[in-house]
């Protein structure tokens, strides 16, 4: 069986049958041969989703937000309310338009996001100032009809995600929320996951177009030095509200209204959303020449226990007792909220096990022996690093969770540390395209204009860099705004009406993260 075998390429050398291998042995995902884009969630992965809902999910419950559900299908005449946003994004909407063999009357669209579905009903439920704020997600799936190459997890036509949507009453708050959420975002990424991400705001360009500004949290993949969007909190400002008519009566007005009708004041909104997307990441900046690399808090085995010296010549009397060990081990670790589980499979060696559950990602595997047993001790061994160290029986209640604690320090900062070499300050433009070509992403003083981020698009693709035609490994795909992170460079400073943009000869405003991108 294909899952019982290793990854046969090498991460460096073929970046996407890499990929696609770890994901169908390690059994996270399964190809779905009927539908293209579509793929199968396997329990492994599907496990991971459900601690980022858990984690995601009770802390927006602390800050007021309650769970719903919409239908996933919208009507024309509602999906082409809000034009503006709906134009760009029109030619991925999929359309159920047959029921049985009769052509429907009114073919009906199947959600890409839900801004057009629930926006109605906000206007329905949302009356006075004291509706407000009103503060719902949804976790779902939602189908965007993409033409470009998919790839399991990071784009695909079918995927799952939480979408928040929230109403409130003056821009301040809208604005506090936004910010909360993209932390709570940062948190899924770098505390569960061990992935870093930069904070910023998009461009005018980049942000969501029916809102008033988009902030994002930008992870970046080594192996192909491209930059990914992980997650968005927009603030949609007050632009669907008069779309949908949200509106609330102004309570200073009411007061000294006599009779005539008070006036309307739109409500503010955000939206925000966080998508499976995010275990794709993780597998990519993790993952090794052997397979997965699973980051401990997500791991639905965090700790594998496996027996090992145990010879035709042990006694059976000496197997029982080792593998009675073993099962006393689990338990104490189980018992106080470690996910381990052992192998006591006998028709396997150690080696093929220890294969099986690297492959898989486990963090950290336990080797017990007659020999261990007579040293009251275990050989602990790191998936991350393969860093091995023996440790007394009577302290694994203390001595594991410390160690599960420093593989994720360990993950997250070593992604960190190749994460912030990728990051160029560049200051010439000269210097933009061979650092692209370095697998880097770049920050640059830049003036913010729209048609200089189209320009610098069209003057960083290869085609125009007289480069190799396009291909996987070589991307000739311009550069992006990923984002204006909110954390500067200190030096050079940028010195208003003195510092010129990296593309134009406007001046540039602020350093932006520009790059090749999923
Ligand atoms: C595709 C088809 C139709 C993205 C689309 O980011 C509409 C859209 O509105 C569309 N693809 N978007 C933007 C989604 C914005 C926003 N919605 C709530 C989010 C987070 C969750």
């Given at each position: 069986?294909?899952?019982?075998?290793?990854?046969?390429?090498?991460?460096?050398?073929?970046?996407?049958?890499?990929?696609?291998?770890?994901?169908?042995?390690?059994?996270?995902?399964?190809?779905?041969?009927?539908?293209?884009?579509?793929?199968?969630?396997?329990?492994?992965?599907?496990?991971?989703?459900?601690?980022?809902?858990?984690?995601?999910?009770?802390?927006?419950?602390?800050?007021?937000?309650?769970?719903?559900?919409?239908?996933?299908?919208?009507?024309?005449?509602?999906?082409?309310?809000?034009?503006?946003?709906?134009?760009?994004?029109?030619?991925?909407?999929?359309?159920?338009?047959?029921?049985?063999?009769?052509?429907?009357?009114?073919?009906?669209?199947?959600?890409?996001?839900?801004?057009?579905?629930?926006?109605?009903?906000?206007?329905?439920?949302?009356?006075?100032?004291?509706?407000?704020?009103?503060?719902?997600?949804?976790?779902?799936?939602?189908?965007?009809?993409?033409?470009?190459?998919?790839?399991?997890?990071?784009?695909?036509?079918?995927?799952?995600?939480?979408?928040?949507?929230?109403?409130?009453?003056?821009?301040?708050?809208?604005?506090?929320?936004?910010?909360?959420?993209?932390?709570?975002?940062?948190?899924?990424?770098?505390?569960?996951?061990?992935?870093?991400?930069i904070?910023g705001?998009?461009s005018?360009?980049?942000?969501?177009?029916?809102?008033?500004?988009?902030?994002?949290?930008e992870?970046f993949?080594?192996?192909?030095g491209?930059g990914?969007?992980?997650?968005?909190?927009?603030?949609?400002?007050?632009?669907?509200?008069?779309?949908?008519?949200?509106?609330?009566?102004?309570?200073?007005?009411?007061?000294?209204?006599?009779?005539?009708?008070?006036?309307?004041?739109?409500?503010?909104?955000?939206?925000?959303?966080?998508?499976?997307?995010?275990?794709?990441?993780?597998?990519?900046?993790?993952?090794?020449?052997?397979?997965?690399?699973?980051?401990?808090?997500?791991?639905?085995?965090?700790?594998?226990?496996?027996?090992?010296?145990?010879?035709?010549?042990?006694?059976?009397?000496?197997?029982?007792?080792?593998?009675?060990?073993?099962?006393?081990?689990?338990?104490?670790?189980?018992?106080?909220?470690?996910?381990?589980?052992?192998?006591?499979?006998?028709?396997?060696?150690?080696?093929?096990?220890?294969?099986?559950?690297?492959?898989?990602?486990?963090?950290?595997?336990?080797?017990?022996?007659?020999?261990?047993?007579?040293?009251?001790?275990?050989?602990?061994?790191?998936?991350?690093?393969?860093?091995?160290?023996?440790?007394?029986?009577?302290?694994?209640?203390?001595?594991?969770?410390?160690?599960?604690?420093?593989?994720?320090?360990?993950?997250?900062?070593?992604?960190?540390?190749?994460y912030d070499e990728h990051v160029k300050v560049i200051l010439k433009w000269e210097d933009f395209v061979p650092a692209l070509d370095g697998k880097n992403v770049v920050l640059v003083p830049w003036c913010e204009q729209?048609h200089c981020e189209d320009k610098i698009k069209e003057k960083s693709?290869?085609?125009n860099t007289?480069?190799?035609?396009?291909?996987?490994?070589?991307?000739?795909?311009g550069a992006k705004s990923l984002c204006i992170p909110f954390e500067q460079p200190k030096e050079p400073a940028i010195v208003p009406g003195e510092t010129k943009c990296i593309s134009c000869d406007g001046f540039a405003k602020r350093y932006a993260l520009f790059g090749r991108?999923?």
């Open positions: 069986m294909s899952s019982q075998l290793g990854i046969e390429v090498k991460k460096d050398a073929d970046f996407s049958t890499w990929y696609t291998q770890v994901l169908k042995r390690s059994e996270m995902l399964e190809y779905y041969e009927e539908v293209s884009g579509c793929y199968i969630i396997r329990p492994l992965a599907y496990y991971i989703w459900q601690e980022i809902q858990s984690f995601f999910d009770s802390a927006i419950k602390k800050m007021g937000v309650e769970d719903t559900y919409f239908p996933m299908f919208v009507s024309q005449r509602q999906l082409e309310r809000e034009k503006d946003h709906v134009e760009g994004f029109a030619p991925e909407v999929a359309w159920v338009t047959k029921a049985g063999s009769s052509e429907m009357e009114n073919p009906i669209a199947i959600r890409p996001t839900s801004e057009t579905v629930m926006y109605p009903y906000f206007s329905k439920w949302i009356r006075t100032h004291r509706d407000l704020p009103l503060k719902l997600n949804q976790w779902c799936n939602v189908v965007r009809w993409e033409f470009k190459k998919p790839q399991p997890f990071i784009r695909t036509r079918e995927f799952l995600w939480q979408e928040g949507h929230t109403a409130h009453f003056t821009k301040e708050e809208a604005d506090a929320e936004v910010h909360q959420i993209l932390e709570l975002y940062r948190q899924v990424y770098e505390d569960l996951l061990a992935v870093p991400v904070k705001v998009k005018e360009k980049e942000k969501f177009a029916g809102g008033l500004y988009t902030t994002t949290i992870g993949i080594p192996t192909t491209r990914i969007q992980a997650a968005t909190s927009h603030c949609l400002g007050q632009n669907f509200a008069k779309m949908f008519d949200i509106v609330v009566e102004d309570p200073n007005a009411l007061a000294n209204s006599e009779g005539k009708e008070a006036k309307k004041l739109h409500v503010w909104q955000n939206s925000w959303g966080l998508t499976t997307r995010s275990i794709g990441v993780m597998v990519m900046i993790h993952g090794d020449d052997k397979g997965l690399v699973l980051p401990p808090r997500i791991a639905s085995v965090q700790v594998i226990v496996i027996p090992c010296g145990l010879t035709v010549r042990t006694s059976e009397e000496e197997k029982k007792r080792v593998e009675e060990k073993i099962n006393d081990v689990v338990k104490e670790l189980n018992s106080s909220g470690i996910k381990a589980k052992a192998d006591l499979r006998d028709n396997y060696t150690p080696g093929y096990k220890f294969n099986h559950w690297e492959l898989r990602g486990v963090p950290l595997r336990l080797e017990i022996g007659p020999r261990d047993l007579q040293k009251n001790q275990t050989l602990s061994v790191r998936r991350d690093n393969g860093v091995k160290k023996a440790i007394p029986l009577d302290e694994l209640i203390t001595c594991i969770p410390e160690i599960l604690n420093t593989i994720h320090k360990d993950m997250f900062e070593k992604a960190k540390k190749i729209e693709s290869r085609s007289e480069q190799e035609p396009e291909d996987d490994k070589a991307p000739s795909m991108s999923y």
